[in-house]
C-alpha cells in the first residue's frame, strides 16, 4: 500500500523569508503523480503544484517549487517570499496513474504559519 | 472553472440519525470521491464512484454507504450516525485525459455528531 509521509505537523515562517515543507512517500510502482494541496482556514482544498514522476525536471510554479528526488521518495515544497496568504494546512498527495479510480493518498498535512 | 458544491458547510445530527451529505459537480466528470479529514491523519477515502451506480470502497468505509444515481451527484449516507464520525467530509471529482490528472474539491462539511 502506498503511504505518505509529512514530518512536520507545523512551521513557521517570517513574511518575505522562505520556507520548505517536507514529504516522503512509499510506493513500488513507476508511473506516478505527486501533488501539494494548500486548505486555507476554513477555505477550500486548492492545488498549488504537481509533479509526474517521468520527469525529471522539478516543477514550478511562480513562488512555488519543489524539490523532487524519486530515488529518494522524497518531495518536498519550497515557498519562496512568503506571505501571509499563503498560512494554511498544506498537503502532500500521491496517485498511482493507472490505479483504479485514481484515487489521492493524502500526508497528514503541515500546518504554516507566517509571521508578519 | 469547475465547481464542486456540497449541500451544507455545518451539520450537527444526533446519535442514530441517518444522515445525508449531498455532493454535485458541474464538468462532466465521471471519478467522484468522499474523503474524510481528521488532524493529523490528513484526508483519508471513504468511499469512490467511477460510474453511474458504481462504487468502491476505500480505506475507511465502515459506517457509511454512497449513492451514484447521476453522474453529477454523489452521496454520502451515514445509516446511523456516531459520534466518531464527527469530522470534516470533502468531496471531489477528478478529470484525467492522457496523462493530465486533475482533482477538485468541495468547501467541505463539517459535521457534529452529538
Known amino acids: 500500500a502506498q503511504t505518505v509521509t509529512q514530518s512536520q505537523p507545523e512551521m513557521s515562517v517570517q513574511e518575505a523569508e522562505t520556507v520548505t515543507l517536507s514529504c516522503t512517500y512509499d510506493?513500488?510502482?513507476?508511473?506516478?503523480?505527486l501533488f501539494w494541496y494548500k486548505q486555507p482556514p476554513s477555505r477550500q482544498m486548492i492545488l498549488v503544484i504537481r509533479q509526474e514522476a517521468y520527469k525529471q525536471q522539478n516543477a514550478t510554479e511562480n513562488r512555488f517549487s519543489v524539490n523532487f528526488q524519486k530515488a529518494a521518495k522524497s518531495f518536498s515544497l519550497k515557498i519562496s517570499d512568503s506571505q501571509l496568504g499563503d498560512a494554511a494546512m498544506y498537503f502532500c498527495?500521491?496517485?498511482?496513474?493507472?490505479?483504479?479510480?485514481?484515487?489521492?493518498?493524502f500526508g497528514g498535512g503541515t500546518r504554516l504559519m507566517v509571521k508578519p | 472553472d469547475v465547481k464542486v458544491t456540497q449541500s451544507s458547510r455545518y451539520l450537527v445530527k444526533r446519535t442514530g440519525e441517518k444522515v445525508f451529505l449531498e455532493c454535485v459537480q458541474d464538468m462532466d466528470h465521471e471519478n467522484m470521491f468522499w474523503y474524510r479529514q481528521d488532524p493529523g491523519l490528513g484526508l483519508r477515502l471513504i468511499y469512490f464512484?467511477?460510474?453511474?451506480?458504481?462504487?468502491e470502497k476505500g480505506d475507511i468505509p465502515e459506517g457509511y454507504s454512497v449513492s451514484r444515481e447521476k453522474k453529477e451527484r454523489f452521496s454520502l449516507i451515514l445509516e446511523s450516525a456516531s459520534t466518531n464520525q464527527t469530522s470534516m467530509y470533502l468531496c471531489?471529482?477528478?478529470?484525467?485525459?492522457?496523462?493530465?490528472?486533475?482533482?477538485?474539491f468541495g468547501p467541505g462539511t463539517r459535521l457534529t455528531v452529538t
Open positions: 498527495a500521491y496517485t498511482a496513474l493507472y490505479n483504479a479510480g485514481n484515487m489521492l493518498t
Open positions: 464512484s467511477y460510474d453511474v451506480k458504481m462504487k
Open positions: 471531489a471529482s477528478m478529470f484525467l485525459q492522457g496523462n493530465l490528472y486533475e482533482q477538485y
Open positions: 510506493t513500488s510502482e513507476s508511473d506516478y503523480y
